[in-house]
C-alpha cells in the first residue's frame, strides 16, 4: 500500500475513450505521487492528457486502469457516494472559465459548496457563520470591497478569485487547478499565482496545477512534463 502522510498518488493510471475508430488511449501508465504541501505544476502540449490526469486525480473521472490513493487510502474503490463524500472534503477545483453562477453575487458564489453540502435545513442553522467564512476568504484575496458584486460586474481576474475562494471553502486538503490562468492577461495571472502561493504558503495546502504558462510552472516546487499520455520528467 501507498505510504501516508497526506501524499497524494496515482499508480500506473491509464485511460482509454471510445471513438467510433476504436479506444483512443489517453493516459498510458501514468505514476505521479504528490507529497502534502507540495506545488506541482503538470505541464505539455494540448492533447497529452493534464486535463484527463488531473480529473481522475481529483476522481471526476475514473480511470480505465489504475488507482488513486490519498493517504493511503484508495479512492478508486469507493462507492459512488462515498466518492462524492470525498470529493467534498479532500479536494477543492480552479478552472480556466469561473464556472460562478451569474444570478448570484460573489459571496452567494463562495458560500455554493456550503449551502450544498449542510442541505436545507442544516444550512438555515449554519448560514451566518459560513457567510462570515466566506466574507473573510474574499478579503484576504483582496476582494473585500466586492462582496455584492455579480459575475458580470466583475473582471476576469476578480471572477479567478471569487472561483479559487470557493475551491477553498471546504477547507479542502488538496487544490486542484486546470489552467488557472489561461484566460487572463501576464499581469493578472501573476496576481493569481500570488494568491495560489499565497495560500499554499499560509495553509499548507497541496497544489497541482494544469498550466501552459512556463512562468508559472518554473515557481512551482516540481514541474512535471506530459507527452502523449506519459510523464517524461
Known amino acids: 500500500m501507498p505510504s501516508q502522510n497526506g501524499a497524494l498518488e496515482a499508480k ?15 493516459l498510458n501508465g501514468i505514476n505521479l505521487r504528490v507529497e502534502k504541501g507540495e ?28 488507482m488513486v490513493f490519498y493517504d493511503g487510502e484508495n479512492l478508486n474503490v469507493l462507492g459512488a457516494r462515498q466518492q462524492a463524500a470525498k470529493r467534498n472534503k479532500l479536494f477543492g477545483f480552479v478552472f480556466q472559465f ?12 463562495v ?17 451566518q457563520r459560513e457567510r462570515e467564512r466566506a466574507a473573510d476568504l474574499l478579503k484576504r484575496i483582496g476582494l473585500g ?11 476576469g481576474g476578480e471572477s479567478q478569485r471569487v472561483a479559487i475562494a470557493r475551491a477553498l471553502m471546504n477547507q479542502p486538503a488538496v487544490l486542484l487547478c486546470d489552467e ?41 516546487t516540481r514541474m512535471v512534463r506530459m507527452v502523449d499520455g506519459r510523464i517524461l520528467e
Open 12 to 26: 500506473e493510471i491509464y485511460k482509454d475513450y471510445r471513438t467510433a475508430a476504436g479506444p483512443l488511449r489517453v
Open 39 to 66: 506545488i506541482v505544476a503538470v505541464v505539455g502540449p494540448s492533447g497529452s492528457g493534464k486535463s484527463t490526469l488531473l480529473h481522475i486525480l481529483g476522481i471526476l473521472d475514473t480511470p480505465t486502469a489504475g
Open 98 to 109: 469561473y464556472h460562478l453562477l451569474p444570478d448570484f453575487d460573489a459571496l452567494e458564489n
Open 111 to 127: 458560500m455554493m459548496p456550503q449551502v450544498i453540502g449542510h442541505g436545507m435545513f442544516g444550512w438555515q442553522r449554519a448560514k
Open 145 to 155: 470591497a466586492r462582496l455584492t458584486h455579480r459575475p458580470s460586474q466583475l473582471s
Open 180 to 220: 488557472p490562468t489561461g484566460n487572463l492577461d501576464t499581469k493578472t495571472g501573476k496576481e493569481i499565482r500570488d494568491v495560489i502561493w499565497g495560500l499554499n504558503a499560509e495553509q499548507g495546502q497541496t497544489v497541482v496545477i494544469v498550466t501552459h504558462d512556463e512562468h508559472l510552472a518554473r515557481a512551482a
